[in-house]
């Protein structure tokens, strides 16, 4: 019927969101404006296509109006510029002006994950490679990050390389080196690529079930309050600014099944300051002293997770069986630690980030390491980069009660972001 066709036409357009990107508002930053009816991860879905293109969020302004949703971003590229290349505007627009769900990318089809968790060690990544080269598998993709003695990674296998019996005989050996020589848990999970649609949202998932929480190290400032009066739980949010830091905050709300209604994201002289506006997806607020203490600890996690300190090496070499095998094993055998690492081939070319520190997180690596390193793989293939520390600062008695909200209060963190989304036209009413 013509009528019914009308009303599915008016339900998608009310259903699309509406992306506006603009270089004209902001002297520094180009304008991401994206407009849409409010649903479950739509703020998620916003900051995950920013964070993959590598652009920096340098301040933000988060509005839910009823059923209505706003987000506004001011971004640049990594180097501070606006954005100008026309092919990444239009891949933002098409990313969030898209009313269906995201298609599974090409790139994962025929592939099977390996999911690794387990007790951290020098030369432990070095072993799960040899391992996989033993057998004759080649990897595709990898990503692996290490926190506080704990290691999660993503393996990513052409199916042909991972049937049913090959995958237990991985199993069978990685397991062991996993758990290591102590107690603690560690294993071995294959599933098709397609069910991880986002390797550094699945990544946070393994962290966060592994439940990495000794804290012998400084942490990052985070707050949680109450406002009952309007029924929010009130997230602050201060630390140095880094790449993807919002999308690290925001996928853990989202995965630890938190609503964000409002929200303000500052950067300044290299420090970050973003406060949320939560609810649990039912509507009601946080309640409990010891929930407002958990939401704190996974976030300081999930922040820490990627503020590397120590050196950046990239590879970009032609891809060869044993590749990965052979340069994590050199980096075992001058003592360095592998922190963070993102592997991915290209038709013949295999380009390797590796984030390695000394024998122990965040100790120095000296030079005759790197140069060693250089030796072994080739100095015209390895571009070497330091990342300076940047440790958080201890939290000092006459600060705590800035930290618990003394200093800062609610009043102000209310005022701070009704002002902003009022002035904005964000919002009508509170």
Not at 12 to 39: F, G, W
Not at 347 to 357: L, P, R, W
Request: hydrophobic content about 40%.
């Amino acid at each position: 019927m013509e009528w019914l066709d009308e009303y599915e036409k008016l339900v998608i357009r009310m259903d699309t969101p509406k992306v506006v990107i603009d270089n004209a508002v902001c002297p520094t930053a180009t304008l991401v404006q994206v407009d849409s009816a409010r649903k479950r991860g739509v703020l998620l879905d916003a900051v995950q296509v920013l964070a993959d293109l590598d652009l920096s969020v340098k301040k933000a302004y988060i509005s839910s109006d009823g059923r209505w949703f706003m987000d506004v971003f001011h971004v640049t590229d990594r180097l501070g510029r606006k954005l100008t290349d026309d092919s990444v505007i239009s891949y933002i627009q098409q990313s969030l002006g898209t009313w269906t769900e995201p298609s599974q990318p090409a790139a994962l089809e025929g592939l099977t994950v390996l999911e690794l968790t387990g007790a951290d060690r020098t030369g432990l990544i070095s072993e799960v490679f040899a391992v996989l080269a033993d057998m004759g598998c080649s990897v595709v993709d990898a990503r692996a990050w290490s926190h506080r003695g704990r290691l999660a990674c993503l393996v990513y296998l052409r199916d042909e390389d991972a049937d049913a019996v090959r995958v237990a005989r991985i199993e069978t050996r990685l397991a062991p080196l996993l758990r290591g020589d102590s107690d603690a848990s560690g294993g071995v999970v294959a599933v098709p690529a397609c069910s991880v649609p986002h390797a550094d949202r699945r990544l946070h998932q393994l962290m966060y079930g592994d439940r990495d929480q000794d804290r012998a190290l400084p942490t990052p400032s985070v707050s949680v309050e109450s406002w009952a009066e309007r029924g929010y739980s009130v997230v602050t949010v201060q630390c140095p600014d880094r790449p993807k830091l919002l999308y690290d905050v925001v996928c853990t709300l989202t995965d630890m099944d938190y609503l964000v209604f409002h929200g303000t994201i500052d950067t300044n002289c290299g420090e970050a300051r973003q406060e949320f506006y939560i609810r649990h997806a039912d509507g009601s607020p946080i309640c409990s002293e010891a929930e407002m203490q958990r939401v704190s600890q996974c976030l300081q996690d999930a922040i820490e997770r990627r503020s590397f300190e120590g050196v950046r090496m990239e590879l970009r070499t032609p891809d060869r069986p044993g590749l990965l095998s052979d340069v994590t094993r050199t980096f075992r055998e001058n003592g360095l630690l592998v922190a963070q690492a993102e592997v991915s081939t290209k038709g013949d070319m295999a380009s390797n980030v590796f984030y390695v520190t000394g024998t122990t997180a965040g100790q120095e690596v000296h030079q005759s390491a790197i140069e060693a390193v250089r030796e072994r793989v080739g100095i015209d293939s390895l571009v070497v980069e330091e990342h300076r520390p940047q440790l958080y600062q201890k939290t000092q008695p006459d600060d705590q009660d800035d930290r618990n909200g003394g200093g800062i209060g609610l009043v102000h963190l209310g005022n701070f972001v009704k002002r902003n989304l009022y002035h904005l036209g964000l919002i009508k009413s509170w």
